[in-house]
């Protein structure tokens, strides 16, 4: 690789290439905290840079490993076979934020808070919102489809993309889409390189579409006995044709672990079996309405409780026990595997159930939560470090899980993507001539296998 790396300098800079062991231990992994040594980091400033990158690692045959934020949950930026890690970093700014034609253009490493921020002080809006959004780029999302508490009304980041430029795995440049609502010339590449998790090509410029912001937005949260109460009163907001800007559920085993690793109750009544947040936004008028009509709608679905936030600082207090689930859940163990499966929301009360019995039968501590509205909930098997039984039976338990949920019509992932984690397991969802339809796509893209090799395909 010594020789690889002396060229690499030469493409980016000798500050830019990173070959001492911590470097390379560190963009090795992602949240999964699994992962494998790069060979080679690399840290180039803009696309020429990232083209001549790829064209010398496809002569070279050197597997390439696009990474962004490596905030991941499956391992898509973790380079399992070495390789060179070519981290976006340095491509982090805001191009353009174009109100008359409402989108912004956007380098890979921005982070998706930031544009959001961004945009909305001219009035904009920019709607996925993915639970890492303070720490994850917008490359990132765009690989892995990001989701998020909004995609029940707004949909999620695949709506959001009007263009792209990408480098291939051979060095070439394309660019997919542009600032148009419209547009069928060709195949659609935009759509097919979102969510296509750094296997078909590396992005580097994006193109999105933002909406007007609202003016106004209202929190809410509603407890109940059960989590079927709780899918009850989705129910009834969908009967009433209330779509919620955000509509989350959280289990009874995930307020106890915040009141454990936060020693207050506050955040929920004690002996809550699960709760609903719930946000409705738009304009003044309508926003009041819906708001009563959510009230009506819980209630009417056997909320043990239910509060309205005043003003800014409640609607943040109302959030906070969502905010908190991540840092509470590792104080219990530092090690979860957090799946992201997604059923038919009318099915959500079965996955439940599904998951109740894993419980009892892998004696295993599985919390949940995640945005009902879309049927999309996070199921965490927290493990032990080093508790090589407990992990055992976790990943026993993790096929069970994922063949429960394609029985109940759903998908082993609703946002997080396959990375190398689920690859094994998506013959439970894809038949085999889909699969192959997929690796012809891939070889058309890469027909030398070097762009994040590993992943997806088992």
């Known amino acids: 690789m010594r020789g690889l790396a002396d060229r690499l300098r030469e493409i980016v800079g000798a500050e830019h290439v990173l070959v001492d062991s911590d470097s390379l231990t560190k963009y090795g992994v992602d949240a999964l905290k699994r992962g494998h040594p790069a060979d080679i980091v690399v840290l180039p400033a803009n696309t020429e840079e990232i083209s001549r990158i790829a064209a010398l690692c496809n002569e070279t045959r050197t597997p390439l490993v696009p990474r962004g934020g490596g905030t991941g949950y499956t391992g898509g930026a973790v ?19 174009d109100e008359l034609n409402l989108l912004a253009v956007v380098e890979p490493n921005v ?16 709607p996925p919102d993915p639970a890492s959004l303070r720490q994850s780029a917008i490359g990132g999302n765009v690989a892995e489809c990001a989701g998020g508490p909004r995609a029940f009304k707004y949909g999620v980041t695949k709506q959001y993309v009007l263009g792209l430029e990408a480098v291939l795995a051979n060095g070439e440049v394309i660019r997919t889409g542009g600032k148009v609502v419209k547009n069928v010339v060709g195949y659609d590449l935009t759509q097919l390189l979102v969510g296509s998790e750094g296997t078909l090509a590396i992005i580097t410029k994006i193109i999105l579409r933002l909406v007007p912001k609202p003016t106004r937005q209202i929190t809410m949260r509603a407890t109940f006995p059960s989590v079927r109460h709780a899918v009850n009163a989705v129910t009834n907001l969908i009967r009433a044709r209330v779509v919620p800007a955000a509509l989350e559920l959280i289990d009874g085993d995930c307020l106890d672990a915040v009141a454990e690793a936060l020693k207050v109750r506050s955040l929920a009544p004690p002996g809550t079996a699960a709760l609903l947040l719930l946000e409705v936004d738009g304009g003044d008028g309508q926003v009041a309405d819906e708001a009563d009509r959510v009230e009506a709608a819980v209630r009417a679905a056997g909320a043990t409780e239910f509060v309205r936030a005043k003003d800014e600082s409640e609607r943040q207090e109302l959030w906070r026990v969502r905010r908190e689930l991540s840092p509470s859940l590792r104080m219990i ?19 439940f159930e599904l998951v109740e019995k894993i419980k009892q039968e892998f004696r295993l501590r599985i919390p949940c939560f995640g945005h009902v509205g879309d049927g999309n909930i996070h199921v965490n098997i927290m493990v032990t470090p080093g508790d090589d039984d407990e992990i055992r039976r976790a990943h026993e338990a993790e096929g069970v899980l994922f063949r429960g949920t394609v029985a109940l019509e759903g998908s082993i992932s609703g946002e997080h993507g396959i990375g190398f984690a689920k690859a094994a397991y998506m013959p439970m969802e894809l038949t085999a001539p889909t699969i192959e339809t997929m690796k012809r796509v891939k070889q058309a893209f890469d027909p030398n296998g070097i762009l994040n090799p590993g992943k997806m395909f088992p």
């Open 79 to 97: 380079p399992v076979h070495g390789g060179v890690v070519v981290s976006l970093e340095r491509l982090n700014r805001i191009l353009e934020i």
């Open 111 to 126: 982070i998706t808070g930031d544009i959001q921020d961004a945009v909305e002080k001219v009035g904009l809006f920019y």
């Open 333 to 351: 163990t530092p090690l979860k595997f957090n799946h992201d499966v997604v059923v038919p929301k009318g099915r959500v009360p079965e996955l």
